[in-house]
């Protein structure tokens, strides 16, 4: 008893620096940055206490944040919804074990290790309204009508910048289910193809059950990265053209270098905090259920 209990104490010792550090540098600054969001400030000059002004005008004046926010769920339903099942069929397909799997794997890998900066550049050429691919294809195949200027109409601003994002991290995504599924028994798989299971009864009953803890990880990652997009809006569209494609961070942005409006975007760079905590927690809690009946197994 004594042995553990000196092992637990250890086990804090080592602990404690770790946690002071995590509290130095990320706990204490989202204080930090609630607080300011608590005064009219712009960074150099007083502090001038308005209370939770800021945080009320985020969502009843603000309707420029009010529409990056939904614009931010769009992304996150394009993450959810089409990013991670594609990533999910990829995966299952190369764990079976096809030839030249590891090419594969490493080339769906490629685009995740390529900067955000690279990538936009290519994908604002492929969508330039004048010269680019995406116009050039539909020109050639008698589809003028559709050539349009992809990253400077309202209309389609915003998608133009959840298709890069949607496939860059395919191959992100892919590899952590793709090391999930092969960490599964093939014992199990065994057993199933002897009792007669087909292909898809397999992925629906076994692999995707047990999968789930791993699964949980790729939505919470899917879902934060979407909350917290800045890279590929700012380098192609820049929010515009008339805040059609901004997102949450690309305004808080805005606010604290641009306008110097610090109070008001430590404000909105808070909630795009809180928003990704609470969403994060909920994820916590839909999973659970599944990742009980996935142990159970």
């Not at 939904?70 to 099942?85: D, E, R, T, V």
């Not at 764990?95 to 794997?105: D, I, L, P, S």
């Not at 998608?159 to 289910?177: D, E, K, R, S």
Request: glycine share 8%.
């Amino acid at each position: 008893m004594n042995s553990l209990i000196y092992t637990k104490k250890s086990i804090a010792v080592f602990l404690l620096p770790a946690l002071a550090i995590y509290c130095a540098i990320v706990i204490v600054p989202i204080f930090i940055t609630a607080y300011f969001g608590l005064f009219e400030y712009n960074g150099m000059g007083s502090m001038d206490f308005i209370g939770l002004d800021n945080y009320k005008k985020l969502f009843l004046d603000d309707e420029v944040f009010r529409n990056g926010i939904l614009n931010s769920l769009k992304l996150a339903g394009a993450s959810l919804f089409i990013q991670l099942p594609i990533a999910l069929v990829l995966a299952m397909i190369l764990a079976k074990g096809v030839r030249f799997e590891k090419f594969y794997r490493t080339i769906y890998f490629i685009p995740v290790v390529i900067s955000s900066m690279v990538i936009g550049q290519l994908w604002l050429r492929i969508l330039n309204g004048d010269y680019g691919l995406l116009n050039a294809i539909l020109n050639s195949l008698g589809l003028e009508k559709y050539a349009m200027v992809w990253l400077g109409d309202e209309r389609t601003a915003f998608a133009g910048t959840v298709v890069p994002v949607v496939w860059q991290y395919v191959g992100y995504h892919m590899l952590i289910m793709y090391a999930g599924i092969k960490s599964i028994p093939t014992d199990i798989y065994e057993a199933a193809k002897i009792d007669g299971a087909n292909n898809i009864q397999t992925a629906f009953r076994i692999t995707i059950p047990l999968l789930m803890p791993v699964l949980k990880v790729c939505v919470t990652f899917a879902l934060v990265g979407s909350l917290r997009a800045f890279d590929f809006v700012y380098i192609m569209t820049g929010g515009g053209p008339f805040h059609a494609s901004d997102v949450p961070s690309t305004i808080m942005y805005t606010n604290l270098f641009r306008k110097g409006a610090y109070g008001y975007g430590s404000a909105q760079a808070f909630f795009i905090i809180l928003e990704c905590l609470l969403l994060s927690l909920i994820i916590q809690s839909l999973f659970k259920k599944s990742e009980d009946a996935a142990s159970a197994i």
